[in-house]
């Protein structure tokens, strides 16, 4: 039962449910062969893939392993902190966040070869969602604030002040305040920032109900545009190549549509959560 699946032009990899986190390898329909254990504790985004090896949060949620997919060498990348959301790869760094004693939480990011934290921003409360690529970093606040940090911040050196992080709109929507909390996403691109907002369903509602969407911003801020509505679940919700896609776990299906908008098509695919 995977936790995770995840593939590149040689081979199928995917982790177990329960197995203590075993990473298995499948190479041109071939044996299905165990690289390894380590990736036990997993959350959404928790797992990542480059063309070398495999990132997760360890057993203890405080350190990220890293496994080579050939080899299944592993080395652990020392954090020492609690962590915290996703996990994202950009170039030769892993970002990712951690919770801090006072509340004040941090994004960070760490060199894949194991070295010092970078720290990147701080931000109030927990850190629910955030997305990284070579353009920077976007997150997600516990007010429903978008926030963003340049480039500069994943280049700079370790020893170097971060630049200031910019606020480029809000979602209310996504607030922790909020009187029924609603579950949101990010993904991004070059050119938008996706925000997926599932509201959660009340003691009495029926559930689920047709009111989850996908909203859309320009990299550099402005407003939300819709570009699908009347959704029943939104999960794993990413940019892939043109295409935005997502899953409905209820459903079983797989949804694609043109990241510059366009026509969405949904494709059958039981267990699409995995």
């Known amino acids: ?7 590149d032009s040689d081979a199928l990899f995917w982790v177990s449910q329960f197995d203590d986190g075993t990473l298995h390898k499948m190479a041109g329909g071939g044996p299905v062969v165990g690289l390894g254990r380590g990736c036990s504790r997993m959350t959404p985004g928790s797992l990542q893939m480059d063309r070398d090896a495999l990132f997760c949060t360890d057993g203890n ?21 609690p962590l915290r959301g996703p996990i994202r790869l950009v170039d030769d760094q892993v970002v990712l966040g951690y919770a801090e004693p006072n509340e004040l939480n941090r994004l960070a990011a760490l060199p ?4 010092p934290l970078k720290p990147l921003a701080a931000v109030a409360g927990a850190i629910s969602t955030f997305d990284a690529d070579r353009a920077g970093v976007v997150w997600l606040d ?39 909390p609603t579950d949101c996403a990010l993904a ?6 996706f925000l997926s907002v599932q509201p959660r369903c009340g003691s009495h509602d029926p559930c689920p109900k047709n009111t ?4 859309r911003m320009p990299r550099g801020g402005g407003g939300w545009v819709s570009v699908a509505f009347s959704l029943r679940t939104v999960q794993n919700m990413q940019v892939d190549g043109d295409n935005l896609t997502w899953a409905d776990c209820l459903g079983g299906t797989i949804s694609r549509m043109p990241r510059k908008g366009g026509t969405t098509h949904a ?4 267990g699409a959560c995995w």
């Open 1 to 7: 039962c995977p936790n995770w699946m995840g593939a």
């Open 61 to 81: 949620w405080q350190n990220i392993l890293r496994m080579d997919k050939a080899t299944g060498n592993q080395a652990l990348l020392r954090v020492a902190k």
């Open 112 to 115: 894949k070869q194991g070295g």
């Open 142 to 180: 516990q007010d429903g604030a978008i926030w963003s940090l340049p480039a500069q911040a994943l280049s700079r050196p370790v020893t170097a002040a971060a630049p200031p992080a910019r606020k480029l709109a809000d979602a209310r929507v996504c607030s922790r305040a909020a009187r029924m």
């Open 188 to 193: 991004i691109d070059a050119d938008y920032i």
């Open 212 to 215: 989850a969407r996908i909203e």
């Open 267 to 270: 494709f059958q695919a039981p």
